[in-house]
């Protein structure tokens, strides 16, 4: 049988945790790979999808209803070819994880979610009580609907594949659902989860305005992603959308640096799988340089400023 990955895109361009996504399907052993671009107009989305090495095929859905990535939509498109599929792919993003569930449901299979390896066609690995234990999972559904958790595997080269495209009919309009707006976050740094750096600040900055004075200038000097623990978001001296941790993002970049955070568990289970943590904590004892590969013992008004002004 044959793996179907749902594409992440933005109709243009394929986004990174397709990539990892991918990386997934293969490891899945259960034949060819294949992508599905659901979308309106993106016809450039499914090119760069062809390009991706190890797919060998995919399937183009271009349809109006498909434009704004209405989940009962874009469940319906993958409905309509999923008895094809040993296996349906996605990225556990916001978007895979609003969409995986519905296709599930109607399949009525369990949905295995946040996997992180793959040890058989039938058996999967995924994180539990905030990453303190892994479960293996073994599922005798005919179709395994899995979400991906994509610092689990490396990503797919973007370039090297010639898959072919094959259009796909698109689904009509649910009507259950419909587009009102949108309002996006316009930031000039790299999203937290694409990041290859991330620079994160805690309780310690202890004002957004010394978050922004103190932590900005070194992201800007590493063109890092700013993250924060949930205390500091919690506080409001960072935004929600740059929580780090169980109840945040998951992220794991080539570099992590974690500045006045105490390393509790729940924001280890966002950033430990990082490359590399640097740590800077005043507290010697601090949990966080456990996990940590360089720890600072310091006090980090002093110490990042320094740091910003070194590199
Ligand atoms: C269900 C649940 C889900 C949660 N989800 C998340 C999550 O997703 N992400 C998350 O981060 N937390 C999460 N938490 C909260 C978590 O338990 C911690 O409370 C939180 O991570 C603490 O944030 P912090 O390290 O910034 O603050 P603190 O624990 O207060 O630590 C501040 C650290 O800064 C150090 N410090 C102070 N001043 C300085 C200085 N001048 N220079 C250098 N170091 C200094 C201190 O030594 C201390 O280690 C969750 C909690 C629960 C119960």
């Not at 969409?99 to 994180?127: C, G, M």
């Not at 390393?263 to 456990?290: C, R």
Request: glycine share 8%.
């Amino acid at each position: 049988m044959t793996v179907l990955v749902i594409a992440e895109h933005d109709h243009a361009t394929v986004k990174p945790a397709t990539l990892n996504t991918v990386t997934a399907g293969i490891a899945c052993q259960s034949g060819d790979v294949h992508v599905l671009v659901a979308g309106a107009n993106a016809a450039e989305a499914a090119a760069a999808a062809a390009k991706i090495a190890g797919v060998a095929k995919v399937i183009a859905a271009d349809s109006p209803s498909l434009a704004e990535n209405l989940a009962e939509n874009v469940a319906a498109q993958v409905l309509a070819i999923a008895k094809n599929y040993s296996h349906i792919l996605f990225p556990a993003t916001a978007n895979g994880k609003n969409v995986a569930p519905r296709v599930a449901a109607k399949l009525d299979v369990a949905q295995i979610s946040d996997v992180t390896k793959v040890d058989s066609p039938d058996t999967f690995e995924r994180p539990i009580y905030a990453g303190n234990a892994i479960a293996i999972v073994q599922s005798s559904d005919a179709i395994k609907v899995v979400t991906v958790r994509t610092t689990g595997f490396d990503p797919a080269a973007a370039t090297g594949g010639s898959a072919t495209v094959e259009n796909a009919e698109g689904v009509a309009d649910s009507g259950k659902s419909s587009f009102v707006g949108r309002e996006v976050t316009k930031s000039e740094r790299p999203e937290l989860t694409a990041a290859k750096i991330i620079v994160s600040g805690g309780r310690a900055l202890g004002s957004a305005e010394k978050f922004t004075e103190v932590m900005a200038p070194l992201a800007d000097k590493l063109n890092a992603g700013l993250g924060a623990s949930r205390a500091a978001v919690d506080a409001g001296y960072a935004p929600n959308d740059w929580q780090v941790g169980q109840t945040g993002k998951i992220v794991a970049p080539q570099l992590y640096i974690a500045c006045g955070i105490s390393g509790a568990i729940q924001h280890l289970a966002g950033m430990k799988d990082s490359k590399v943590i640097v740590a800077i904590n005043k507290d010697e004892e601090a949990p966080i340089f456990s996990v940590a590969d360089y720890g600072l013992v310091a006090d980090l008004f002093t110490a990042v400023p320094e740091l910003a002004k070194a590199l």
